[in-house]
């Protein structure tokens, strides 16, 4: 079936750090796939997208490479800021279909420290 | 501007009795969804509908029901048959294109 893993959290860094938060995926053919960004208390936000092989999202200084061959989708910030600091979720959106249903991971914590 | 809405953004009820939350959206999506999000677990799709008068079940729709009678509403019910439903709940809508869109959320808690 489809599913997404990605790495456990929290993960705690200074201010202007290099952040990377893992993403690996099971799915059947090409699967679209998204990054999402949750604020304490708010519902989410989509936060960058992919939807074939060697795309790269990008938005806010946090990039994004679809690789097929690991079959991952990778988060990465050169530079984190403490308004960084949310739970973000890798997700997908099978290939095809009738439905446009998201496949979750179970979010990572960030908390950037001044 | 358009969005969702949910309301209310916090909920308390006693256990047995049903609840419902509510989902309205005015961004002329078809299609609209019900997550719950539990700490560690992500979010999990209770419920989604396509089209009005429709819907299916998602991987955990045990204990919920919902109703899809116009385009822009898609009310949850969390009845007293959901063993563990203190939770944070939350509603989507998506185009047939698959772009979605999130509400702010509810937070249930049952005592």
């Known amino acids: 079936g489809n599913s997404v893993t990605q790495m456990e959290g929290p993960v705690t860094l200074s201010e202007e750090a290099f952040l990377t938060i893992n993403c690996t995926y099971t799915?059947?053919?090409?699967?679209?796939l998204f990054w999402y960004v949750q604020y304490p208390g708010e519902g989410l936000q989509l936060l960058l997208k992919?939807?074939?092989?060697?795309d790269k999202g990008s938005n806010k200084g946090f990039e994004a490479t679809y690789r097929k061959e690991t079959t991952s989708f990778h988060l990465e910030k050169g530079s984190v800021q403490v308004s960084d600091s949310a739970v973000y979720f890798c997700?997908?959106?099978?290939?095809?279909?009738?439905?446009?249903?998201?496949?979750f991971g179970t979010g990572t914590l960030l908390a950037v420290q001044p | 501007d358009g969005g969702i809405t949910q309301s209310p953004k916090y909920l308390f009820r006693k256990e047995g009795q049903n609840v419902t939350l509510s989902c309205e959206q005015n961004l002329n999506h078809d299609a609209m969804y019900w997550y719950r999000q539990d700490p560690g677990q992500g979010l999990r799709l209770i419920y989604y509908?396509?089209?009005?008068?429709?819907?299916q079940k998602g991987d955990i729709a045990e204990g919920y029901s919902v109703s899809r009678e116009k385009k822009e509403s898609f009310p949850l019910t969390v009845t007293s048959a959901q063993k563990n439903p203190t939770a944070f709940y939350l509603c989507a809508s998506s185009t047939l294109r698959g772009d979605f869109s999130f509400g702010p959320g509810t937070r249930l808690t049952v005592t």
């Open positions: 992919a939807t074939k092989a060697d």
């Open positions: 509908s396509q089209i009005v008068n429709d819907f």
């Open positions: 799915a059947t053919g090409y699967p679209s």
């Open positions: 997700a997908l959106r099978p290939p095809g279909g009738a439905t446009n249903k998201l496949i």
